[in-house]
């Protein structure tokens, strides 16, 4: 549309200072965690995503990209279940790393992406997003809402609890998980919306339902069809002010025909199209700020194809996000080219 780009500029002008000068400029932060779950591998999810051509992809969209690496984690030797959560202290620690790893790049003005890792990085990521950007909203997409806490949670894993912690609402449902002193609960449930739900455990339904979440799961997309999803969820989450987005993609909301190597594939996921319709949609606020691309994990491709498969489909919706289009681009040519007077046209 042509309205979008013009009209994205110009809403950019007006924001506050941790949103100015993103545009041209990418900071790429790579976290390669794994023990937010149970299986191994996820740690190489960074490594595959940049072998798939990552960083060039993105400097053809005319980006000056700043690859930061990949932070490094420690494995706390004594580290303790909390109830039946695993690696409490050494998931705490790695999102405190990376939370100040990301609030460094976003006040340096980069937009940032995180390559996971698991989505209990999420945590992190969006905590250090927050302390430049108090008024962020989030969009989560998703098979799962990543909302239990430790009471509810079947798995005990943290990858499965990640919002519990960023949910100011929650905090006196939450209890105290050793390795988390450092953050404090900051994001309100009306800020939030989720997209592609299509596992959700009872103890979430009723959170998300108590708390009145806006969630649009694989059924309402059938429904109302993915255009109106993300009219509705722009709408909800900007409609009263303009401000910097976080967008949380969790590679096992596609079907898992199109993102097999990942640890918790769940059937009936978003197709390739609406995958892409979402990230250009977010794209074209002109408000994107941090995306993380979690659970691509490289050793659960059942064949090298599957994941590649997986790694370019990352890669698709990450260029997307910002700004790729299906339409083409004319940033090399500010007119269509014309032979010189000397030159034959045809033959
Ligand atoms: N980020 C993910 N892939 N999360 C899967 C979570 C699965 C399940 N709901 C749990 O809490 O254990
Ligand atoms: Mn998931
Ligand atoms: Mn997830």
């Not at 994205?8 to 993103?22: E, Y």
Request: overall charge negative.
């Amino acid at each position: 549309m042509a309205l979008r780009g013009p009209l994205s500029r110009l809403l950019r002008c007006t924001l506050s200072s941790c949103q100015q000068n993103r545009s041209h400029s990418v900071a790429i932060l790579g976290a390669p965690f794994s023990k937010g779950q149970k299986r191994r591998g996820v740690e190489h999810g960074p490594k595959a995503i940049r072998d798939a051509g990552l960083v060039e992809r993105l400097s053809n969209l005319d980006y000056a990209v700043h690859d930061f690496g990949d932070l490094t984690f420690k494995h706390l030797e004594k580290d303790e279940h909390f109830m039946h959560v695993p690696f409490p202290r050494t998931v705490g620690r790695a999102n405190q790393l990376l939370s100040g790893a990301m609030s460094g790049a976003v006040g340096a003005g980069h937009t940032c992406i995180m390559l996971g890792g698991d989505h209990s990085l999420a945590i992190g990521s969006v905590d250090g997003h927050a302390q430049q950007c108090p008024d962020l909203c989030l969009i989560w997409v998703d098979a799962h809402a990543d909302i239990n806490t430790p009471l509810t949670s079947p798995s005990g894993n943290l990858h499965g609890q990640s919002v519990a912690f960023l949910l100011k609402d929650l905090q006196n449902k939450m209890p105290q998980v050793p390795g988390f002193s450092w953050m404090k609960p900051f994001l309100s449930a009306r800020d939030l919306v989720y997209i592609g739900l299509r596992d959700v455990d009872p103890g979430e339904h009723i959170i998300l339902k108590t708390l009145g979440i806006q969630y649009f799961s694989m059924r309402d997309i059938d429904r109302m069809g993915i255009q109106r999803v993300m009219e509705v969820t722009l709408d909800h989450l900007l409609a009263r002010k303009q401000r910097p987005i976080h967008l949380s993609f969790d590679i096992d909301a596609f079907d898992p025909s199109l993102a097999p190597a990942t640890g918790t594939p769940v059937n009936g996921g978003l197709t390739y199209r609406e995958g892409i319709y979402v990230t250009e949609e977010i794209h074209n606020t002109g408000l994107l700020s941090v995306m993380d691309v979690v659970e691509v994990n490289p050793t659960l491709g059942a064949t090298p194809e599957a994941l590649e498969a997986t790694t370019s489909l990352a890669v698709d919706v990450i260029a997307s996000a910002l700004g790729q289009t299906r339409e083409g681009a004319h940033i090399a040519f500010p007119k269509i080219p014309e032979p010189k007077e000397d030159t034959e046209l045809r033959l």
